[in-house]
T-cell receptor, first 112, second 115 residues
Framework: DGGITQSPKYLFRKEGQNVTLSCEQN?????MYWYRQDPGQGLRLIYY???????QKGDIAEGYSVSREKKESFPLTVTSAQKNPTAFYLC???????????FGDGTRLSIL | KQEVTQIPAALSVPEGENLVLNCSFT??????LQWFRQDPGKGLTSLLL?????REQTSGRLNASLDKSSGRSTLYIAASQPGDSATYLC??????????????FGRGTQLTVWP
């Protein structure tokens, strides 16, 4: 079945450590997105990519980095510069403006 | 900047009731609007997508309407069931320059349907 796979489901970060969240899709979608969700909040856009080797900052990009070397993969790195990384992270993809965005099941990141 | 507001923040109803969830947005120049469902600890599931040229979309017991000029959308759920309990999120998509393809989300309405 086609879909979006996020891994791991749970992740713990130590002080000063960078961690990478994986997002893979087999939907052949051009666009991919990373969102952060905090309790009681809507989703906030971190980064998005319309095509391979190109990406744009969203509303809360500071302390995060991404790469888009392959169409199906859009990993997110939470760097040590992100002082409040505890949140639920969601990856999404879409093809064209008239189609809905599809979401993965998320990664919950916590601080040790 | 596009702001999306959802009212109410939480709703608790007995099984069988018809209910309406509201979504409003500040910039009417949207491309489309999407309603999602989110179960606890899970990702989002797309329920309905309405293009800016459309007035409504229906899927089973769900009906979503869009009034672009007034910046409003409603999600109508008929004959609610306990399995409808979830958080419902509204998102609008704008296509303007560097913001091509991105969504703006509301904070959601947390729905509880009790037996």
């Amino acid at each position: 079945d086609g879909g979006i796979t996020q891994s791991p489901k749970y992740l713990f970060r130590k002080e000063g450590q960078n961690v990478t969240l994986s997002c893979e899709q087999n939907l052949n979608h051009d666009a991919m997105y990373w969102y952060r969700q905090d309790p009681g909040q809507g989703l906030r856009l971190i980064y998005y990519s319309q095509i391979v080797n190109d990406f744009q900052k969203g509303d809360i990009a500071e302390g995060y980095s991404v790469s888009r070397e392959k169409k199906e993969s859009f990993p997110l790195t939470v760097t040590s510069a992100q002082k409040n990384p505890t949140a639920f992270y969601l990856c999404a993809s879409s093809t064209g403006s008239v189609q809905p965005q599809h979401f993965g099941d998320g990664t919950r990141l916590s601080i040790l | 900047k596009q702001e999306v507001t959802q009212i109410p923040a939480a709703l608790s109803v007995p099984e069988g009731e018809n209910l309406v969830l509201n979504c409003s947005f500040t910039d009417s120049a949207i491309y489309n609007l999407q309603w999602f469902r989110q179960d606890p600890g899970k990702g989002l599931t797309s329920l309905l997508l309405i293009q800016s040229s459309q007035r409504e979309q229906t899927s089973g017991r769900l009906n979503a309407s869009l009034d672009k000029s007034s910046g409003r959308s409603t999600l109508y759920i008929a004959a609610s069931q306990p399995g409808d309990s979830a958080t419902y999120l509204c998102a609008v998509r704008i296509d303007r320059g560097s913001t091509l393809g991105r969504l703006y989300f509301g904070r959601g309405t947390q729905l509880t349907v009790w037996p």
